[in-house]
């Protein structure tokens, strides 16, 4: 465990990004004259800055603790590192020609709040960086409130616009009360263990009486469902992606999502022990609570999107649904033994399939947006004529996120189901089922933007559209990677799989005695 | 830590093994994590044998020869060595015997010998060595304990598949070219779908009639392989036998037909040819994967373009009967993909294409061959591990079939979808339910097949007689068409459900017939659609007083269909009767009596069309029948001359497939512990 001088150099990265995040505002305030593109290029000359520095610093195999052991710099982390700065800069090249965010109000303050916007951004991809490398209760509760509060913010950017404004309240009002429960959870586990440190907490409570732990992580979980969207803490997100501005939108899904289950790798994998209880009541009862959390998150995510008629509503079900498919994996990991690697493989896998197919996604609407179309279902029909290769890059994404071969969605979902029916059993099966039968259902709203696209004819005398040099380029990037990743996937798992080696099972096991 | 590292190791070594696919041929195997055996074990205070095998990889020159191998006993008790034999046992490949007790430090060797025959390269696994060492049977995936890591020689390296498979797709990628008008689309659709209709004559008249299981290669002939994904040990494994050699033949057919049934399309010529080529690699990849997990990607490479070409270009109610098709066919698929995993999960080690051992593997025939039916893993869910996985691929393929009560997809998508994709649809796309079963849960699962037989054969009836009677129902000559399709599905079933050599050799004829006849079949709903624009069987009559030659193939294809000896239809049914008679006898009564229905419907609809009076106050102006064009005649002949030709000869379909079938049927009979009762084997 590193002091707080020798931590400093593992703190490279968050240290550049913090100078950028400054660089970004007094910037505008010495030159005095806001310019979108000045903000950007800082913001991403910035993150490739924070690229290099992550890379350069990269751990291998190592695991350093931070600053008395708040925070971990190891392979995970670093990994995630990347995978937030792959999504922000994506996210904020795309943002660049997003008529409702930055440029949100038209007209002659066109660019006027870009420092702010790119800065809010980054200021969140530092809370994302703190989440998925907090190895301290303290730490985990700190960085969740930074990347949640910079999400009001960003979510009620569109400040004249009444449905942004409400999503921004909204927002601020579940997730205060979210907070709260889950700092109360988290006191509970303090009390029991006496120390916020996650290892020192696995330690304590392993022993202590299930019924407390299990309450003080349902409690947590409030916190943490929250951020991922899981049921029954998902009703803020229909409206907050909704009435935020697009790209936020597409940030939120994306980032903060991940950032959660990162940080819920961290928790359950390095907080809570895998069997709780003592002697012979000993049990685990994370699968099954999560399993049912899962269920429950992935059933309702895609029912609920079945009737949505507008785009953004529709996908910010879709992501709760796959937020239910990232808990499956979760349910798996938390079974212990060889299961904990393998759940968490998958929901990294996932994840990484999930960026380039939902930032895709949500790109294709800011461009669609940005050429003057609607979000609703209504506005794409016919979108196959009117703009071809964004209407295929959507098909693309769709197919994709519906999980079926041979886009990436499928090597997601099928890493997911390994882990599921690896561990075995009835609870793992039986969801696997429910897992599958979900992704045949939501193949059905998915469709429904295939079907407007292609199969009906766009509205008398529209013309086609025109898309963006940047936003042509970000949705084409995105769907590269979406189309090919079958065809060679080893070298990205493989390095996943090195990312996570630290979570492979330790010797520690408990022999019971036999009975007579 | 330790054991990190060494895992560590384990994954830098396959990330290195995954880019060698075009590794020469009989190339020794790269020893993997030689350290990882050293680790384990170190603990032991008990007596415990300890084997090791010396060397690690043994190669073989062309021209075959002796190896040896010494097996040492490095541990400090007596090592039993219970008996040696050659993962995937081939007459090819001999390990000589041994059974023996080895004292420490003892050794013995064994010598693997190869015959070549010339004609096929061979691979085989590895040596298996079965001894009283604890921790080689736990460990069986560790190569430095038990195993001889090697392959001889491997199979011979085939492109004709892959060629078949990609062909189309480089077509449609082609045609996509910006520079190409969408006139010009048809043409090299037409050009794109040739070469494989061109490879598959080729591949007619060089298949091996004689090759089966036991001439090595797991009966697989043309065989292209390479690791693909070495994390899951996934691997580009494309061959065929007697189960497939038909259908690839049949989709190369079939396809290149329904590109010439496409002419009259004229809305996004480019769109339309493109999927078309698509869904042809899919049907072909499909039939041609060995590999479980490839099998799986090109089964659900066919849905997309599937849903467009009945979405797009197809009738009034497109878009109800394509989210419908697209909704059924993932819902059973999806939960093949759980069965998979757990197939796959739950088999045993082996080793690659290139090598390299593997804990699990996606290889349909090691899954078949190596795991004996997969009887010894404990129940899931309260159910038969077995039953329940059997059940879960069975879904899936009982939709394409489509059986009853899955069927329901079917009538929608055929009388919305074009001509041409009907006939796709009937032609080749039902048969990879049938083929699927044979395939998979036959070979794979036979205990459970076993199970499950008297199931299939009761719903396969229920097609046959439901299938009919809507059929007789039926108002618009294609719905009626394509129920017949549900009737003549049934056969199939019967037929494979009654385990004996007839029964499957009648399948095989009815799903290659079937193909053929109901190609002609929509291809003539469609000849008068496109005149009439209508199908309504009851404003046509006296049609052959108008069009002739049309009125000819129609009499000549309905016959076929409902089962007229002299023509292909009456072969498969008449195997299959014979076939499942000394198994199920009431359920082959019920299902024979299917035929007389089936001659009911086809000859009244043909007498409400085709015979009679001419319908003047319908349709007043002749002129717009007028009798077949050249190129409807076109894609008519070809299948009518097979039809024909089999219908006196079968013997070219029968000779291809039937060592295949044999092998299968020995499989099922030695897995389950009985041959079949009827296998006699009438064919030669």
New interface residues.
């Given amino acids: 465990m590193l002091d707080n001088v020798q931590s400093l150099s593992h703190f490279l990265p968050e240290t550049i990004l913090s100078v950028t995040i400054l660089a970004l505002l007094l910037v505008d305030l010495i030159v005095g004259k806001p310019n979108l593109k000045r903000s950007a290029m800082i913001a991403s000359v910035g993150l490739g800055a924070t690229l290099l520095a992550v890379i350069g610093g990269w751990s291998s195999s190592r695991a350093f603790g931070l600053f008395g052991g708040l925070m971990a710099h190891d392979p995970m982390g670093d990994f995630f590192k990347i995978f937030f700065i792959v999504t922000t800069f994506f996210v904020g090249l795309a943002a660049t020609r997003a008529r409702d965010a930055v440029d949100y109000s038209a007209g002659p303050e066109k660019d006027t709040e870009s420092a702010e916007f790119y800065a809010l951004m980054l200021t969140t991809t530092l809370g994302m960086f703190l989440m998925a490398t907090s190895t301290d209760l303290l730490t985990a509760f700190l960085s969740l409130e930074t990347v949640s509060i910079m999400s009001y913010i960003l979510s009620g950017f569109r400040r004249r616009n009444r449905q942004s404004a409400e999503a921004s309240l909204k927002y601020v009002i579940y997730g205060g009360v979210a907070s709260g429960v889950m700092l109360y959870g988290m006191s509970l586990l303090y009390g029991a263990a006496g120390s916020t440190s996650f290892s020192a907490v696995r330690v304590a409570v392993a022993g202590s009486s299930s019924s407390m732990v299990v309450m003080a992580v349902i409690l947590c979980l409030a916190g943490f469902g929250y951020k991922i969207a899981a049921v029954p803490f998902h009703m803020w997100c229909p409206d907050v992606y909704q009435g935020a501005p697009t790209p936020v939108t597409a940030f939120l899904s994306v980032g903060p999502k991940a950032a959660g289950f990162a940080l819920l790798i961290r928790f359950f994998t390095g907080c809570i022990p895998s069997s709780v209880g003592s002697g012979l009541d000993a049990s685990n009862p994370w699968p099954l609570l999560l399993g049912i959390i899962a269920c429950a998150t992935m059933t309702l995510g895609n029912l609920a999107a079945l009737v949505q008629s507008n785009l953004k509503r529709l996908f910010a079900y879709s992501s709760i649904a796959h937020a239910g498919y990232l808990l499956l994996g979760l349910t798996a990991a938390s079974a212990g033994g060889t299961s904990v690697h393998e759940g968490n493989l998958a929901i990294t896998v996932y994840l990484v399939t999930y960026l380039f197919m939902n930032i895709g996604a949500f790109v294709v609407i800011m461009a669609m947006s940005d050429a003057g179309l609607g979000e609703e279902l209504l506005d794409y029909r016919g979108l196959g004529k009117r703009a071809p290769l964004a209407a295929f890059c959507m098909a693309v994404f769709l197919v994709s996120l519906a999980g079926l071969p041979p886009m990436a969605g499928f090597v997601g979902k099928f890493y997911v189901f390994y882990a599921l029916i690896a561990k075995g059993g009835t609870l793992m099966v039986t969801i696997a089922i429910i897992g599958v039968l979900n992704s045949a259902v939501s193949l059905y709203y998915y469709a429904r933007i295939l079907r407007a696209m292609y199969l009906e004819q766009p509205p008398e005398g529209a013309a086609p559209l025109t898309l963006s040099r940047v936003h042509t380029a970000t949705i084409s990037i995105m769907a590269v990677p979406t189309l090919v990743m079958i065809l060679m996937w080893t070298p990205l798992v493989d390095f996943i799989n090195r990312s996570l080696l630290q979570w492979l099972p330790t010797t520690v096991t408990v022999i019971h005695a036999a009975l007579p | 830590m330790k054991?990190?590292?060494v895992?560590?190791a384990f994954?830098c070594a396959?990330?290195l093994a995954?880019a060698d696919e075009a590794k020469p041929a009989a190339a020794p195997v790269a020893a993997v994590a030689p350290a990882a055996a050293a680790d384990f074990g170190s603990a032991n205070i008990a007596l415990s044998p300890r084997l090791s095998v010396s060397p690690k990889s043994i190669e073989f020159p062309e021209s075959g020869g002796d190896q040896t191998v010494t097996i040492t006993n490095d541990g400090n008790a007596p090592l039993e060595v219970k008996r040696v034999s050659v993962v995937q046992e081939q007459p090819v490949f001999l390990a000589s015997d041994l059974t023996k007790t080895l004292q420490p430090n003892e050794s013995a060797s064994v010598t693997v010998t190869y015959k070549p025959d010339g004609k096929h390269k061979q691979s085989f696994g590895g040596l298996q060595i079965y001894s009283n060492d604890l921790h080689a049977a736990e460990n069986p995936h560790d190569p430095a304990s038990a195993h001889v890591t090697g392959v001889g020689l491997r199979a011979g390296t085939s492109w004709l598949l892959t060629a078949m498979i990609f062909f189309p797709l480089i077509g449609a990628a082609i045609l996509l070219l910006p520079f190409f008008k969408p006139e010009h689309a048809k043409w090299i659709a037409l050009a794109a779908a040739s070469v494989p209709m061109g490879l598959a004559v080729y591949l007619y008249t060089v298949y091996d009639r004689t090759f089966a299981f036991a001439s090595g290669n797991a009966g697989l002939q043309f065989i292209h392989r390479a690791v693909w994904?070495?994390?899951?040990n996934v691997e580009y494994y494309v061959g065929i036998d007697g189960l497939s050699v038909t259908m690839v033949i049949l989709t190369a057919l079939v396809s290149l037909i329904a590109i010439g049934a496409s002419w009259s399309i004229s809305k996004q010529l480019k769109g339309y040819f493109a999927l078309f080529l698509l869904l042809e690699t899919g049907m072909m990849g499909t039939f041609c994967s060995i590999d479980f997990f490839l099998f799986?990607?090109f089964w659900?490479?066919m849905?997309?373009p599937m849903?467009?070409l009945i979405?797009?270009w197809g009738g009034p109610r497109?878009?109800y009967a394509?989210?419908k098709f697209?909704?059924y066919t993932?819902?059973g698929s999806?939960?093949m993909?759980?069965a998979i995993?757990?197939l796959y999960?739950n088999s045993s080690a082996t080793v690659l294409a290139d090598g390299t051992p593997a804990k699990h593997t996606f290889d349909i025939m090691k899954l078949a061959y190596l795991n004996n039916g997969f009887t010894h893993i404990p129940p899931?869910?309260?159910i038969e591990f077995t039953k329940l996985v059997w059940v879960g691929l069975f879904i899936g393929f009982a939709i394409k079939i489509p059986m009853f009560p899955f069927h329901t997809w079917l009538p929608d998508a055929h009388v919305e979808a074009p001509t041409a994709i009907s006939v796709i649809l009937a032609g080749v796309l039902l048969k990879m339910g049938t083929y699927g079963i044979m395939r998979i849960n036959f070979a794979i699962l036979p205990t459970a097949t076993e199970w499950a037989g008297f199931a299939m054969a009761t719903f396969g009836t229920i097609n046959i007689l439901y299938g009919a009677f809507c059929a007789f129902a039926q108002k618009d000559l294609k719905k009626l068409v394509a129920y017949s399709s549900v009737s003549h599905m049934g056969y199939c079933l019967v037929g494979m459900a009654a385990f004996t050599q007839n029964g499957f050799n009648g399948a095989m004829m009815q799903m290659f017939n079937h193909g053929t006849i109901t190609s002609m079949l929509f291809i003539l709903v469609g000849v008068i659609y496109d005149r009439a624009h209508t199908r309504e069987i009851d404003k046509f009559g006296g049609m052959a007083t108008q069009m002739p030659r049309y009125a000819a193939f129609f009499g000549f294809a309905f016959m076929a269909s409902l089962g007229l000896p002299g023509l292909s239809g009456f072969i498969g049914e008449a195997l299959v009767f014979l076939g499942a008679f000394p198994t199920y006898k009431i359920i082959t009564i019920l299902a024979a009596t299917g035929v007389i229905f089936t001659a009911a419907y086809h000859l009244w609809a043909l007498q409400r069309i085709q015979l009679g009076k001419w319908n003047d106050a319908q349709w007043k102006d002749k002129t717009i029948f007028p009798d077949l064009t050249m190129r409807e005649t076109l894609t008519l002949v070809p299948m009518a001359a097979i039809v024909l030709l089999l219908g006196f000869y079968p013997m070219p379909i029968l000779q291809m497939i039937g060592p295949g079938l044999n092998d299968l049927l020995n499989h099922w009979g030695h897995v389950t512990g009985h041959l079949a009762a009827g296998s006699l084997a009438v064919m030669p």
């Fill in positions: 054991r990190t590292s895992l560590f994954l396959s990330a995954s994904i070495p994390s899951f799986y990607v659900e490479l849905l997309l849903y467009f979405g797009i497109k878009e394509a989210i697209f909704l993932l819902a999806v939960l993909l759980l995993i757990a999960y899931l869910l309260g």
